[in-house]
């Protein structure tokens, strides 16, 4: 129901009887992030992607947040660069790094679609989206999470993170 402030209370106390819930893991994660607390928001995707059996959508949400941070080592890079990674999150950290083109990354991640096409091209829009806005382009940037935030769903931290900048981008000029 996008009430963060609300949510915490319940959240932190159920993470801490079960810090290895995935979901109630991201939830404290996400919900750190739309607050604005980068830090501790990393804090959690950064840690799941060292007990997850391979490093997956917490590696790239970490990631996420890391570049705003801009500190540390780049993990856009050690995406792209593992041999231990699912093929499309190595496709998201060449993207991500600029050795790849945004209609490359569409066409190789569009491999993917079948799938679970909202899913994907949810989490397509936004990275391209996030990389517009870390580039200062708020035009491409406003698009991209307008896009992103509809093919989302509610439940998703792209979801929430894409209407996160759209509000800190404000309306069009």
Same mark, same amino acid.
């Given at each position: 129901?996008?009430?963060?402030?609300?949510?915490?209370? =319940?959240?932190?106390?159920? %993470?801490?009887?079960?810090?290895?819930?995935?979901?109630?893991? &991201?939830?404290?994660?996400?919900?750190?992030?739309?607050?604005?607390?980068?830090?501790?928001?990393? &804090?959690?995707?950064?840690?799941?992607?060292?007990?997850?059996? $391979?490093?997956?959508?917490?590696?790239?949400?970490?990631?996420? $947040?890391?570049?705003?941070?801009?500190?540390?080592?780049? +993990?856009?890079?050690?995406?792209?660069? &593992?041999?231990? +990674? !699912?093929?499309? %999150?190595?496709?998201?950290?060449?993207?991500?790094? &600029?050795?790849?083109?945004?209609?490359?990354?569409?066409?190789?991640?569009?491999?993917?679609?079948?799938?679970?096409?909202?899913?994907?091209?949810?989490?397509?829009?936004? #990275?391209?989206? #996030?990389?517009?806005?870390?580039?200062?382009? !708020?035009? +491409?940037?406003?698009?991209?999470?307008?896009?992103?935030?509809?093919?989302? =769903? !509610?439940?998703?931290?792209?979801? #929430?993170?894409?209407?996160?900048? %759209?509000?800190?981008? =404000?309306?069009?000029?």
């Amino acid at each position: 129901a996008e009430k963060y402030q609300e949510a915490l209370p =319940g959240l932190e106390p159920a %993470l801490e009887q079960d810090p290895y819930d995935i979901l109630l893991k &991201s939830m404290v994660g996400t919900t750190y992030y739309v607050q604005g607390d980068l830090r501790r928001a990393y &804090s959690e995707f950064g840690s799941m992607r060292y007990w997850e059996p $391979i490093e997956d959508v917490p590696s790239a949400r970490g990631a996420t $947040i890391q570049s705003e941070l801009k500190q540390g080592e780049n +993990v856009f890079e050690q995406l792209a660069a &593992s041999p231990s +990674v !699912p093929r499309w %999150l190595g496709f998201l950290g060449t993207y991500r790094t &600029s050795f790849m083109p945004e209609t490359e990354f569409r066409s190789r991640m569009a491999t993917f679609l079948p799938a679970d096409e909202d899913e994907i091209g949810c989490f397509v829009e936004f #990275h391209i989206a #996030h990389k517009a806005a870390l580039e200062r382009r !708020p035009g +491409v940037a406003r698009a991209g999470f307008t896009k992103a935030a509809t093919l989302c =769903g !509610p439940g998703n931290f792209e979801f #929430h993170a894409a209407k996160k900048w %759209l509000l800190k981008l =404000g309306p069009l000029a």
